[in-house]
């Protein structure tokens, strides 16, 4: 079975589900606005495998096949739905927004509901800014 390898390019970090012949696996990259660089760290080692790309803003910026995000919560609870037949919302927390995808009896997203697009409570703006300046956090904290 060849690898497929799902990644989601958000505000903040980049997220990739691996699947080969064993479990799923899953790791973050952490972008700082460098998006090319995290990217090419998310790829290294998965030459060969099947790669799907999904993100709100960032998916536009890759030459790769991309989707919708809600079609790839669509795709991804297919894969789980035998397990889980109850659910009937799933919930995307992002660094930038807030988001319920409402489930129809058949698994497929039938309403969107998203917050406003803020990363309060996370730090984001904090590290936005002293990158602005040109300072790691640990300077920044430093001369605070």
Not at 55 to 66: D, I, S, Y
Not at 97 to 110: C, E, K, N, P, T
Not at 117 to 138: D, I
């Amino acid at each position: 079975m060849p690898r497929s390898v799902g990644i989601c390019v958000g505000a903040m970090t980049i997220s990739v589900a691996e699947k080969g012949s064993g479990p799923v696996r899953f790791s973050r990259f952490p972008h700082e606005g460098d998006v090319p660089a995290a990217l090419r760290a998310a790829l290294q080692d998965r030459q060969g495998a099947r790669v799907g790309i999904t993100g709100r803003k960032f998916r536009r910026l890759v030459n790769a096949p991309t989707i919708p995000e809600s079609e790839a919560v669509e795709l991804a609870f297919e894969s789980v739905r035998g397990r889980h037949p109850d659910i009937d919302c799933i919930v995307s927390a992002g660094g930038e927004s807030f988001i319920a995808y409402l489930l129809d009896a058949a698994g497929h997203v039938s309403s969107v509901y998203t917050g406003n697009k803020c990363a309060s409570g996370t730090g984001e703006f904090f590290f936005q800014q002293v990158r602005r300046m040109g300072l790691t956090p640990a300077e920044a904290v430093a001369i605070a």
